[in-house]
Every structure is written in C-alpha cells, then in structure tokens.
C-alpha cells in the first residue's frame, strides 16, 4: 500500500488543479456538469438515452462518454439526437484533464448541460474531481442491498443517488427497503430516486429534481 | 495519463515481484489459489457460499475476503464453516503484498485451496498479478451483453468466465447468445459456465471444472 499512497498523492493534487481550472470555465461558459458514476452495468447510458429526450427543448445538452474500449455508448447517444463524445482510456476512471480536452471539443457551440458518463467502476472515479456541478451515483439494485456499505465513498459524496432497475426487483431476493436504509445511512444528504430506467418508472421525478439543480447551478 | 502511467510502472513491477514470490511459496505448500473477480455485486461471495459446501470432503479451503469497508463477507463465509480472513483497504484492488500477508494467516494448518474473493472492480484488479494458480472472471448477466467488448482485459486473461444470475435473465432483456459471443470472442479460451449462484444451476459444472483444475495445479 505504501508505494501506492506515496505515488497517487501528486496525480490527486494535479487532477485537483484541473479540476479547479474547469470548474470556472464551466462556470464562465454557463454550462452545468453532471458526472454519472456507477458500476459496469447499472444502467447509465440507459438512463441517458431516456434522461435526452425529458431534456429536449429546455437545455441543449452534450455527453462526453468514458469506456475501456469500444464508442458503442456514444453512438447509443448519437441515436437520440445528442452530441457525444467517446473517451477510450487504458485508466480506470476519469480525469479533470481528459474531460477538459473532451468538453472542448463542444466550444462551437457550448451546451447548456454537460453529462459525463464515468468509466464502469463503483471505486476509482469517486477519487477524482473532474470540475462537475453535480455528482450521481447510479447503482442496480441487483448489485445488492449491502453495497453502500461496501463501497461507501461514491454514495457519501454524492448529491443524488438514483437506484435503478427496480423491475428486476421482485425477481432479484433484494429488499428495497434494506437498500434503502444503508444509502441513507452511508449518504444522509443526498436526493434519493428510485427508477427503472429501462420502463421509465420513477423518470419523471428524477429529472425534475435535476432540472432544479440546473438551474440553481446556472444561476437561474 | 502520463503521470499515471509513469508512476504505476514500478508498482505493478514490484507487485510482480511479490507474485512470483507468493507463486513459488503456494507451489511449495501445495496450495491451489483461484482468484475470483467480478463487478461489485455481481455474485461473488454467493457463489462461494454455493461452492465451498460441494468441495467438502474433498480439500480442505480456506478464504481471502477483500472490501473497502465491512466483514460481512468474511462472516456469511465463516457460516458455512469455512476459515475466512477479511483484508479491509482502501485501495480499488488486491495485491500481491495483501495475499501474502493474509494467506499467511492459514499457516498453522495449510488449506489445500485458497480462494481469493478480489475487490470489486471489473478494471483495477485484472493489472495485479496475486501469485494465483487460476484466475476466474464472474460476471451478472443483466450488466448487459455488450461488457465483454467494453472491458475485455479481465475477460481476455481469466482462465474461466463464470456468468451468473441466469434466473434474473427472462426479465433482463439480455440476450444470452449476444453475451456468449462477446465473451468467446474477447477471450476464446476461457472456460464458460452459465450458472444462478442463488438456485444452484450450473454449479456442478463449475465445480467439476475447478475440481480438475485444483488437481492439476497440485501435481496429481
């Protein structure tokens, strides 16, 4: 462990100053920046692709997209008529200095929301500050009541936890109510929804409270 | 990314060291070791809990649980009587150094097979070599088909690919065969058992397959 303590501290401070350097620049642009985290498989490009459209005429948005390998996500963000773009990386999560080259590729035309969907990883990413206004956890309840208390950093930081495919619920042996008293627990501050976002159930609450956060953050 | 990668080098080359050490110390005692890694969630202590009763009798096990916080897998491990050591870390994947010095624990009495239950990351902990004998990716089918192609390194060098949660499948709009094929063609070697950890399906086959496995690594 030492070694590694003793090595990451500097790339932490570093990805912290571009991290600061976004954040104003977002802010001069006026653009809001909602980073998605999640395991592999909780859902977030689903939750875009039916997030897009509820968004459609209120905001212009834009997506940056972070994967291992394949663009496979940013075309499925194409198809509803967003701009994305794809980040390949060899890294296990974002950075402040990979989303900034990413977002500068929207400067034509900023938009006015800006999502980043992180590298599948419920660790890594919840290190690294990238300069967003919002920060959400998405998480699959078929992962497992237990799991915040597992992994407690990305909940305990985060402003919004939205705990998907619960269409699998009655299927799964999880109980909503266990999951929902460790996110409490580990998070006691943040917005909690709970959604399918394959069905669309519970959508509609979700994206009010974001547009709310949108606004308070453009200063609106 | 290239502070990232300046600085991981001689970590992993030293976390490299250590596993050759841990190989050549398993080797001598006799100790087959399967790693096991997989997202957060997608069944791993389930499984072991499955499989550890249906190796009763034929080798004596022992378990290495590794979280960022808690030791509730370490105690569901001890309830099916089965010596288990708890590694809590702060780091997105087990080590080397953190094998040996949790193997190390066993020592008094020597299980014939160590599992190793990594963090959960389907990433960070495909780079650290722990001195294993065989490496096995367990993967939730309702992640979606198309993860294999999104984060193939854990797939490409795992020796068996385990994918669980076959019973949520009917009700998860994943396509079974489009998953079969991402995984046969990001890692055409692997082993592949279909199985649900919770209802028992598949399990023979994995054990009869880890069963053969456990022989050849212990010479006979």
Request: net charge negative; proline share 5%.
């Amino acid at each position: 462990m030492s070694e590694r303590v003793a090595v990451e501290t500097p790339v932490l401070k570093k990805n912290d100053e571009y991290a600061a350097g976004n954040r104003e620049w977002f802010a001069s642009l006026g653009i809001a920046v909602i980073n998605i985290m999640s395991a592999p498989g909780a859902g977030k490009t689903t939750l875009l692709e039916k997030t897009l459209p509820m968004l459609a005429g209120r905001y212009s948005c834009a997506v940056i997209e972070g994967d291992l390998q394949t663009d496979l996500d940013a075309e499925r963000i194409r198809r509803v008529g967003v701009r994305a773009h794809q980040i390949n990386t060899t890294c296990c999560h974002l950075d402040a200095r990979m989303v900034q080259g990413a977002a500068a590729t929207f400067l034509e035309s900023p938009p006015e929301v800006l999502f980043i969907e992180n590298i599948g990883n419920l660790v890594c990413p919840a290190s690294y500050d990238l300069g967003e206004s919002v920060k959400v956890t998405l998480f699959s309840v078929v992962e497992g009541a237990d799991k915040p208390k597992k992994y407690p950093k990305m909940f305990r930081m985060s402003d919004c936890v939205v705990l998907n495919k619960t269409d699998l619920l009655p299927y799964s042996g999880v109980e909503l109510d266990e999951l929902l008293s460790n996110v409490r627990d580990v998070s006691p501050e943040a917005a909690v929804f709970t959604v399918s976002a394959r069905t669309g159930e519970g959508l509609a609450e979700w994206v009010e409270w974001l547009a709310a956060r949108v606004e308070k953050v453009r200063g609106r």
